[in-house]
């Protein structure tokens, strides 16, 4: 007994309003994929990353996550980064955080959650980093401005990688942004983070460059 026929049915739907809207779509898909953009995002099941920026499958190269966070030691993000870089060619990587982010409203807390504490971490030390900022603002506020920060350590943190520089380095053309999407309005922000070239990292970070 199948006891998920209806999403059988919804996929058979799916394809069919797809092909009826461009025929040969899945034929033409079969062929390969060369998607212009990288969205790392959340792993929340309230953000479908195509939908939300109205791309049909094949145009976003998608890693998702657990509060959208880029870690130096994960190699299932560097391994898709470095494909979507160095074989895709994508022109564009979008790191993608939301409000209501529960993984940044975990790691405000001091509650013991299990396993995921270890990977919440990273987000306690940005905010430990910026404590003086989010708390001077009212209490309501700081986790909608901690999701912000969070995009932004990661956007920096995408920049940091050999993949990206080394990109870089070869004048491949490439440029990182931070965004965040409101689940109260369905509307995308730009956080006006953008980074395109080393230059704009501060010097320490700059691989490759002689340091004197």
Known sequence: MKLLKHLFDNNR???????????????RLSRGQSPQY???????SRIPANEVVGLLPGELFVHRNVANLVIHTDMNLLSVLQYAVDVLQV??????????????????KNESLGLIDNWLRFIKDIYQHNAELLEALPEDRRADRLCELNVIQQVANICHTTVVQDAWR????????????????GLLRDLDVCISDRDQLPHIYQLGVRID
């Open 91 to 108: 022109k564009h990587i979008i790191v993608c955080g939301h409000y209501g982010c529960g993984g940044v409203i975990g790691a405000m």
């Open 38 to 44: 990288l969205w790392i995002g959340c792993s929340d």
């Open 170 to 185: 070869r004048d491949q053309e490439l440029a990182v942004h931070g965004w965040i999407y409101d689940i109260r309005d």
């Open 13 to 27: 739907r799916w394809v069919e309003r797809i092909e009826q809207e461009n025929p040969g779509f899945f034929e």
